[in-house]
């Protein structure tokens, strides 16, 4: 079978583009992966058949360099792999259909919606899901509509990695901290943080272009390890119910990885009712019975390789799908177990990667 040309963007070591490449290349179906990213530096350039440096997603040049390099190779699908270029991508997705270019990413007004974490909860709220109480701060005075603790402070745009995000205990911490956020990124969201550390999920729904459901996916995220969690403190607030330690995701996930279907029923509910295609990524914590979601990203998910690994091949399916023309069984058949990561070292190359143009 002849290699099937493809373009993924955001490359760089650790971010979504790199999860992607990851997945496409452990696939059966023969791929040509063309990479980009806007750092010379970036490990997943070193790994790709064909490396180019882009412009930054912001860049008027970006699109068209995009375009060129689809052209140049004869490429059929594009990832964006971090999400200014989702972002970018979704704003010109027409000039990539003209291009005869499959983009495999959601609606326009999926896309803005679940990047605006405050909009999120307000439609997840009225389609009546259930959510953490949140409030949105704007300035210093609403922080007085705060009557939950733990409060977990975050961007309400962006915040990929769960980069300023904080967690406070009491008023006094909350103060200090809610303050602080407003002056260095703006307005942001305040959520109550619900559950224990052991039941905090990250969870794919895969729906195909059309909007028909494919298969879901969840891992049980181990967060206490030093790679996975960003905060970890002893609990302070008297509710023993939280556990003895409060834990904040890092982003990077591992854990126990499978159907986990009083979870993943739920998220499918909320693609559904999204309108939701290709992937979603959906965050949430059980508690009570109940699945709490707290964030839902609306692209591949920065686990994509680790469900690759059990025969769950976002990637890969969309393109049999939609550019192969294969028939995709829906519930397909994957494997459950435990998945860790760690850290490796490249030596790169001293190679000088070719700008676009």
């Not at 982003?251 to 992937?279: M, V």
């Not at 979601?293 to 976002?314: C, K, Q």
Request: proline share 5%.
């Amino acid at each position: 079978m002849q290699k099937i040309a493809v373009m993924v963007t955001g490359v760089g070591g650790g971010g979504n583009g790199e999860q992607i490449l990851k997945a496409l290349q452990r696939a059966t179906t023969p791929y040509f992966v063309v990479g980009g990213d806007m750092n010379a530096f970036s490990l997943g350039l070193s790994r790709v058949d064909i490396p180019y440096l882009l412009p930054p997603a912001s860049d008027d040049a970006y699109i068209d360099d995009v375009l060129t390099v689809c052209a140049r190779h004869a490429i059929r699908a594009v990832f964006p792999g971090s999400e200014p270029e989702l972002k970018a991508m979704s704003e010109s997705r027409e000039r990539f259909k003209d291009a005869g270019v499959f983009l495999p990413i959601n609606p326009t007004p999926v896309i803005k919606l679940c990047m605006d974490k405050f909009r999120t909860f307000e439609w997840l709220k009225s389609k009546r899901f259930e959510v953490p109480r949140t409030v949105h701060v704007r300035s210093e005075e609403d922080l007085e509509a705060i009557d939950f603790f733990p409060a977990v402070l975050k961007p309400m745009i962006g915040g990929g990695g769960s980069a300023n995000l904080f967690l406070a205990q009491d008023d006094k911490e909350l103060r200090f901290l809610g303050r602080s956020l407003l002056v260095n990124i703006g307005p942001y969201i305040a959520q109550e943080y619900v559950g224990t550390v052991d039941s905090e999920y990250t969870v794919g729904v895969l729906s195909d272009m059309d909007g028909t459901l494919i298969n879901s996916i969840a891992i049980r995220r181990m967060i206490m390890s030093g790679l996975s969690n960003r905060i970890r403190v002893k609990n302070r607030t008297g509710k023993a119910a939280l556990g003895s330690t409060l834990a904040i995701s890092s982003g990077i996930s591992q854990g126990d990885i499978g159907r986990f279907p009083e979870i993943t029923g739920q998220c499918e509910k909320i693609s559904q009712a999204l309108g939701a295609t290709g992937a979603i990524n959906i965050q949430c914590r059980f508690a009570d019975d109940k699945v709490y979601v707290f964030e839902i990203n609306p692209r591949f998910s920065g686990t994509t390789s680790l469900r690759a690994m059990v025969g769950y091949n976002e990637p890969d399916l969309l393109i049999r799908k939609h550019v192969l023309g294969e028939e995709i069984s829906p519930r397909f058949d994957y494997q459950s177990g435990r998945i860790v990561r760690g850290l490796s070292e490249v030596l790169l190359s001293t190679q000088e990667i070719p700008h676009v143009n």
